[in-house]
């Protein structure tokens, strides 16, 4: 079992839909969560980085973690064409400051 | 601007015959990391810097190395690359240790 689980996709979804992409985790050290964003043929741009259970929200994303049921969830409102991506979810302990363990991505296509 | 820079963006080399991919940045990060991603795979770590000190991940192939010649600038040297070696090589940065990780756009290496 990977120690992070996330469905690949794709995902299609028409503009202004709320997204919903999760990552499942298995090891309950991690206390650290992030989600990337990927376009094609560039690299992961940050776009949450959260520590507590619970919300954290920045404009049109919303990030959820629920450490109880080592899940994490990121929701785009809105979404737009320009979302259309590769979605990474990461995640670190706090023993290993160095180590991301990614998950394999979602595709997501927002369809005009 | 392009603060995590990756030169060349995309190589391609023989098999075996040795090959080294650049980063700079201009963030002034204390820590580098080089990561591999694969098609359609998380990216895996293979080994961060910080500051001068090297630290390689337990399961990196002693076929992969790197030098960190100053705070800006981090190469990999791939010292006989294997067809498995093809992937896009994904240089990141963080002011510290636990901090966030920033990505370059990665080189995509292909081995003929």
């Known amino acids: 079992q990977k120690e992070v689980e996330q469905d690949p996709g794709p995902l299609s979804v028409p503009e202004g839909a709320i997204v919903s992409l999760n990552c499942t985790y298995s090891?309950?050290?991690?206390?650290?969560f992030m989600w990337y964003r990927q376009y094609s043929r560039k690299g992961p741009e940050l776009l949450m980085y959260t520590y507590s259970s619970g919300n954290k929200e920045d404009g049109r994303f919303t990030a959820q973690v629920d450490k109880s049921s080592k899940y994490i969830s990121l929701f785009i409102r809105d979404s737009q064409p320009s979302d259309s991506a590769t979605y990474l979810c990461?995640?670190?302990?706090?023993?290993?400051?160095?180590?991301?363990?990614f998950g394999t991505g979602t595709r997501l296509q927002v369809t005009l | 601007d392009a603060m995590v820079i990756q030169n060349p963006r995309y190589q391609v080399t023989q098999f075996g015959k040795p090959v080294t991919l650049s980063c700079s940045q201009t963030?002034?990060?204390?820590?580098m990391y080089w990561y591999q991603q694969k098609s359609s795979q998380a990216p895996k770590l293979l080994f961060h810097?910080?500051?001068?000190?090297?630290?390689n991940e337990a399961d990196t192939p002693d076929n992969f190395q790197s030098r960190r010649p100053n705070t800006s600038f981090c190469f990999l040297d791939i010292r006989s690359p294997g067809l498995g070696d093809a992937a896009m090589y994904l240089c990141?940065?963080?002011?510290?240790?636990?901090?966030?990780?920033?990505f370059g756009d990665g080189t995509r290496l292909s081995i003929l």
């Open positions: 990141a940065t963080s002011r510290d240790l636990g901090q966030p990780q920033h």
């Open positions: 990461a995640m670190r302990d706090t023993g290993t400051a160095s180590k991301l363990t």
């Open positions: 963030l002034n990060h204390n820590v």
């Open positions: 810097y910080y500051d001068k000190d090297f630290n």
């Open positions: 090891n309950s050290a991690f206390q650290y």
